[in-house]
């Protein structure tokens, strides 16, 4: 009997783990093993992994770490055999722009939520109110019912203000997700925010003592144990790695391939076909490893709960990355890097673009050389995009500008780089949750698994494993 086939569309880490998933994982083909073909639209693989060669140094573009204490990122490193490529992070902790001045982050937050007002009160660019606000929620804490979900920043303003809120938290609860808390989903991003307000009385309290595990609160670590991981060779390595890994195998990668339609053939000897430009493929089974818009532009005919992907907004991003001579910067004495608020004014025009400052080589000690530094700066949120109108050199010099502002010296840069991300950061809002299970039980009906950042997820690990578990679905309803 012929194998049967299983297409995977999407070349990004989920699709990819996808199919290291189908081919056998660990333990490699065997006679039950799908035949797998994964088709991807772009020429590279990788979505948004991606290296390059900057100042002598082979950088991430995209992501540039992931956390360590979920465990899909380091075992697929494993099965892979590249475990000696894993490169700790180096220092923790990072320093806020508040007020004109920088300040070091306190440990005791989690997600940025401080945890207690003696947390709030070692802030020290925060203003009387804020402390207050902290105090208020340990001894008089606010009144707030809290339905089946509420946006991340409806719970914070109503139990911390305005201040703690949009100064102290948004920076890094919005900027990991590039969007805004007012519009992002606790249950989706956060649970644990949504289970501290849940049990009423202090948030502060009930975040520093959680009532069980979830998968986004930084989990107490073992003393030693690193809270991130790069790769020696960059984070891109890993999707080059897997395609060459994948290909020894047997799977057939297709990149520069865009997949144009999937069309049902219940005549046919396979439920499925696959159209690009020039060819088509049959298939048993489909996993999509697209971004949410474009299976439901591919699938979206099929059910309406498919169609409503579409209303997965996602952000872009912009990162301007530098390298400067030792001699001409200096950088906060600790910390990875610079978080700043949204709506920063400063004395340039209209509010600051950037929205964080990566140390990279403070971060990666691959990285570190004895005569420059290189600092990457993060610009754009979800309804920030005014990078896009400017000019690579524009942009470059703007972004100069805020550094020389936020940071205690900034020379001339000797190199720069600008990389531009297209939207592909999906926005979780309210009621997210909803939508991607009804999009799951809709695909399942017809025999495909959805993968990839838009549902359980946007971090590294959590892609790969959403494509891992879409994969496996994918085998069981192979088995007789
Ligand atoms: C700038 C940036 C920084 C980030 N930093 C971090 C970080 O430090 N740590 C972390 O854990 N995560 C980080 N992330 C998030 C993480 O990298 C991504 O969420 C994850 O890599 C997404 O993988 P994916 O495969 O689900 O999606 P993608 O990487 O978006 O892949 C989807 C793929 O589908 C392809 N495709 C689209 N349409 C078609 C079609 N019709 N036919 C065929 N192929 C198609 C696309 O070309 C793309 O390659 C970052 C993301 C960005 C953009």
Same mark, same amino acid.
């Given at each position: 009997m012929a194998r049967p086939s299983v297409v995977v569309v999407g070349g990004g880490i989920s699709g990819l783990a996808a199919a290291w998933e189908l081919s056998g994982a660990a333990r490699g083909p065997n006679d039950e093993t799908p035949r797998v073909e994964l088709?991807? !639209?772009?020429?590279?693989?990788?979505?948004?992994?991606?290296?390059?060669t900057f100042a002598g140094r082979t950088i991430d573009l995209g992501a540039d770490g992931f956390l360590a204490r979920r465990p899909e990122a380091t075992a697929l490193v494993t099965e892979l055999g590249w475990s000696d490529r894993l490169e700790a992070i180096a220092v923790s902790g990072s320093s806020i722009w508040l007020r004109g001045s920088?300040?070091?982050?306190?440990?005791?937050?989690?997600?940025?939520?401080?945890?207690?007002?003696?947390?709030?009160?070692?802030?020290?660019?925060?203003?009387?109110?804020?402390?207050? !606000?902290?105090?208020?929620?340990?001894?008089?804490?606010?009144a707030f019912s809290v339905g089946d979900d509420a946006s991340i920043g409806e719970i914070l303003r109503t139990k911390l203000g305005p201040e703690l809120t949009y100064q102290l938290i948004e920076p890094m609860v919005g900027g990991i997700q590039a969007g805004r808390i007012d519009e992002l989903s606790a249950k989706s991003v956060f649970p644990a925010l949504l289970d501290a307000a849940r049990r009423g009385g202090s948030l502060m309290r009930a975040l520093a003592t959680p009532a069980g595990g979830d998968s986004a609160t930084p989990a107490p670590t073992a003393?030693?144990?690193?809270?991130?991981?790069?790769?020696?060779?960059?984070?891109?390595?890993?999707?080059?790695?897997?395609?060459?890994?994948?290909?020894?195998?047997?799977?057939?990668?297709?990149?520069?391939?865009?997949?144009?339609?999937?069309?049902?053939?219940?005549?046919?000897?396979?439920?499925?076909?696959?159209?690009?430009?020039?060819?088509?493929?049959?298939?048993?089974?489909?996993?999509?490893?697209?971004?949410?818009?474009?299976?439901?532009?591919?699938?979206?005919?099929?059910?309406?709960?498919?169609?409503?992907?579409?209303?997965?907004?996602?952000?872009?991003?912009?990162?301007?990355?530098?390298?400067?001579?030792?001699?001409?910067?200096?950088?906060?004495?600790?910390?990875?890097?610079?978080?700043?608020?949204?709506?920063?004014?400063?004395?340039?025009?209209?509010?600051?673009?950037?929205?964080?400052?990566?140390?990279?080589?403070?971060?990666?000690?691959?990285?570190?050389r004895e005569d420059d530094v290189v600092l990457r700066a993060h610009v754009g949120r979800s309804d920030d995009v005014r990078w896009a109108s400017l000019s690579d050199e524009e942009l470059t010099n703007r972004v100069a500008s805020e550094l020389a502002a936020l940071l205690p010296r900034f020379g001339a840069a000797s190199e720069s780089l600008v990389h531009r991300w297209q939207p592909g950061l999906p926005q979780y809002y309210v009621g997210h949750d909803r939508?991607?299970?009804?999009?799951?039980?809709?695909?399942?009906?017809?025999?495909?698994?959805?993968?990839?950042?838009?549902?359980?997820?946007?971090?590294?690990?959590?892609?790969?494993?959403?494509?891992?578990r879409a994969a496996r679905e994918t085998l069981n309803s192979l088995k007789p």
């Open positions: 088709i991807e !639209a772009s020429d590279r693989l990788g979505g948004a992994l991606a290296t390059t920088l300040y070091e982050l306190p440990a005791g937050l989690v997600l940025g939520v401080p945890t207690s007002a003696a947390v709030v009160r070692s802030v020290k660019g925060l203003s009387w109110r804020a402390r207050l !606000a902290a105090r208020r929620d340990e001894l008089f804490p606010a003393a030693n144990s690193p809270m991130f991981y790069s790769l020696t060779s960059g984070i891109g390595s890993l999707a080059e790695e897997l395609g060459r890994q994948l290909v020894a195998r047997g799977v057939v990668l297709r990149t520069g391939v865009e997949v144009t339609a999937l069309r049902r053939t219940p005549s046919g000897s396979y439920p499925w076909e696959v159209d690009t430009a020039n060819t088509t493929t049959p298939a048993d089974r489909l996993v999509l490893a697209t971004p949410a818009h474009v299976t439901s532009h591919l699938l979206g005919h099929r059910d309406p709960a498919l169609a409503a992907l579409d209303s997965v907004k996602s952000a872009g991003a912009a990162m301007v990355t530098f390298s400067v001579a030792r001699s001409e910067i200096t950088l906060p004495e600790h910390g990875t890097g610079v978080l700043v608020p949204l709506g920063t004014v400063w004395s340039g025009d209209g509010s600051m673009l950037v929205t964080a400052i990566t140390f990279l080589d403070r971060k990666w000690p691959r990285l570190v939508m991607v299970v009804a999009a799951k039980l809709a695909a399942t009906s017809i025999r495909v698994a959805l993968a990839g950042n838009a549902y359980d997820g946007v971090g590294v690990p959590a892609s790969i494993g959403s494509g891992r």
